[in-house]
């Protein structure tokens, strides 16, 4: 008898390897076929030694990716569940959000559907919040935590964290509650260095993982609080997520598969370095950018959403130009082959995004750009 080729064949990955590099979304970003396919690897027991040996190979990994000495907590979830748990278990009562885009709103909407008094501090699509006016914000009110977005993935707009959360420090007991799902893994992120109380990622961003993980390091300054915290919740208590990682176990059922591809691509950050993978994120990044200067030179009006010096190193908001439509741009880039994304909320017709993040290379990157300069520009 004769049997059809499967769908994890060698020859089927070689394929899949050489379609990679097409795929520019700000998230969920491509998968290496070798990391999809260790998901087909079959069940253990998610209580027993196995499961065990499998965190517990992944924990310095992970700490080398978030610069922490802390355990890194695993959730089967998405990253928005990590934002509510660091709002149920960090925040006592009133909390500062810093508001910048779409993903910096949603943690300020979290904490008022969480029952906490809530100010949004808000600035203009594409900007940054600057350490200055968050002290002084600091100072007019009693707030307890403080909630930022470090890479707003609606602009491309990337907060100064290591100067905001000395700010928040200097405010007395205040924690500073840190979004990076699109900063983790292919921005710099010093976990420790910088005295971030809690910062989370998700699994499909610049860690080029299918969606479902979350991934957060809490303090001890966030612990003690969530010990005395009763709106904690279940799912997302970090008293028990924290128990349960010191024992290489999870509370709750995982995700086991999303586990296994975790696994492979740690060794993959492993070989690059998250220095590497920091640097390859910047040069995408600031090719991207020159592209663009280079686009209006040729006379077409684009304009890179966030200001230079605070841009992110893994997604570019571009502003088209007047009449352009955002839409109209990503369905012809995909007649060509290319997933982009359009602007995203208000911003949707006006602009375009590209996600240079996870596995991506210059060279992949240019592909994709000479595709829309033949748009933009025929």
């Known amino acids: 008898m004769t049997h059809a080729t499967t769908m994890d064949s060698d020859d089927t990955i070689a394929a899949d390897r050489e379609r990679f590099g097409r795929f520019f979304l700000p998230g969920p970003t491509e998968v290496r076929p070798e990391v999809l396919r260790a998901q087909l690897r079959p069940m253990i027991g998610h209580r027993g030694k196995a499961m065990e040996e499998l965190i517990a190979g992944m ?52 904490a008022l559907a969480c029952g906490l008094e809530a100010d949004a501090l808000r600035v203009p699509l594409g900007a940054v919040h600057e350490p200055e006016a968050v002290a002084e914000a600091l100072r007019k009110g009693a707030y307890d935590a403080v909630t930022v977005v470090h890479s707003e993935t609606s602009t491309g707009a990337l907060n100064p964290i290591a100067e905001l959360a000395q700010v928040v420090h200097a405010a007395g007991d ?15 992120v010093e976990t420790d260095a910088w005295g971030l109380d809690f910062v989370l990622t998700g699994s499909q961003k610049a860690l080029a993982l299918p969606p479902g993980l979350a991934l957060g390091v809490a303090q001890p300054s966030v612990l003690e609080r969530a010990a005395t915290a009763a709106g904690r919740g279940t799912y997302f208590d970090f008293v028990e997520l924290e128990k349960n990682i010191r024992k290489h176990q999870t509370p709750n059922t995982p995700a086991l598969s999303l586990f ?31 592209w663009v200067d280079e686009m209006r030179e040729r006379g077409v009006a684009l304009e890179v959403l966030a200001p230079p010096g605070y841009r992110s190193p893994t997604v570019t908001c571009i502003r088209l130009p007047q009449g352009t439509s955002g ?14 994304a359009t602007g995203y909320g208000e911003l949707k017709d006006t602009s375009i995004r590209i996600g240079h993040m996870g596995d991506h290379t210059v060279e992949e990157l240019d592909a994709v750009l000479g595709e829309l300069e033949g748009i933009l520009a025929p």
């Open 59 to 110: 924990q310095p990994m992970l700490q080398s990716v978030f610069r922490t000495t802390r355990p890194v907590y695993i959730a089967s979830s998405s990253a928005t569940g990590l934002m509510e748990g660091a709002v149920r278990n960090g925040a006592r009562r009133r909390v500062l959000s810093l508001v910048n885009g779409a993903f910096s709103e949603r943690f300020y909407q979290i």
């Open 174 to 188: 205040v924690v500073l509650l840190v979004d990076s799902v699109t900063g983790i893994g292919g921005a710099p």
């Open 260 to 290: 296994y591809a975790l696994a492979v691509q740690l060794e993959h950050i492993r070989a690059e370095t998250i220095e590497g993978r920091w640097r390859r994120h910047e040069a995408m990044a600031r090719r991207c950018w020159a």
């Open 327 to 340: 839409p109209a741009v990503v369905k012809a880039l995909e007649a060509r082959g290319y997933v982009i």
